[in-house]
């Protein structure tokens, strides 16, 4: 009977740093800038600060996200009538 053993995985792990921190390796300056501007996008951190930037009445934001789900109905009806 052979015995079968499982490969060992030389890579390198990059640790996760905690919050929006990149490390720089080898001097790479443009590619650690590249991680960070993902990681900025994909937490949605521009959006927040947008928000965040004058006061809304909590009037406005809900006329604000009723007209937001309208739009997003609207072009999910196009796209089915697209389909067919």
Do not use: I
């Not at 800038?33 to 993902?38: D, E, I, N, Y």
């Amino acid at each position: 009977m052979k015995k079968h053993y499982r490969k060992k995985n030389n890579r390198k792990k990059r640790e996760e740093l905690p919050g929006l921190q990149v490390k720089v390796f080898n001097n790479n300056v443009e590619g650690a800038l590249k991680v960070f501007k993902k990681k900025v996008k994909n937490s949605n951190l521009m959006l927040q600060l947008r928000e965040k930037a004058y006061f809304e009445k909590p009037s406005d934001k809900r006329r604000r996200k009723k007209n937001l789900a309208k739009l997003r109905q609207k072009h999910s009806q196009n796209k089915v009538q697209k389909n067919y």
